[in-house]
């Protein structure tokens, strides 16, 4: 199973930006999507942004659109989720997660997600 590491977490004032990274340590299929979720304490983990590998299809969270950018490098094997004009609502624990035999990205169900890292954090202070 391909490792999933996140990096880039942090405290952040409102209105500032954080890009957040996930290394993956082998190849990621076109088949595949992969995806960032968030918990904030004392709530379930929810999808943000998510992207199809192949055909770069996305999907945010109506609560980031407009705000977060997801991308990914191919060649690199890495995702990655631009955030900007954070606010206080968006604190939270930020997970890449990814799903084999996944060919249309929709909204994102953490059932759906069977390999995860282990999380950065995210402040963000009013």
């Known amino acids: 199973q391909v490792q999933l590491v996140e990096s880039g977490g942090g405290s952040v004032q409102a209105g500032g930006s954080l890009r957040l990274s996930c290394q993956a340590s082998g190849y990621i299929y076109n088949s595949y999507c992969m995806g960032w979720f968030r918990q904030a304490p004392g709530q379930e983990r929810e999808g943000v942004a998510g992207i199809q590998w192949g055909d770069r299809t996305t999907y945010y969270a109506d609560s980031v659109k407009g705000r977060f950018t997801i991308s990914r490098d191919n060649a690199e094997n890495t995702l990655y989720l631009q955030m900007n004009s954070l606010k206080p609502e968006d604190t939270g624990i930020y997970y890449c997660?990814?799903?084999?035999?996944?060919?249309?990205?929709?909204?994102?169900?953490?059932?759906?997600?069977?390999?995860w890292g282990q999380g950065t954090q995210v402040p963000v202070s009013s």
């Open positions: 997660a990814s799903r084999a035999a996944c060919w249309v990205m929709a909204k994102m169900s953490t059932y759906e997600y069977n390999n």
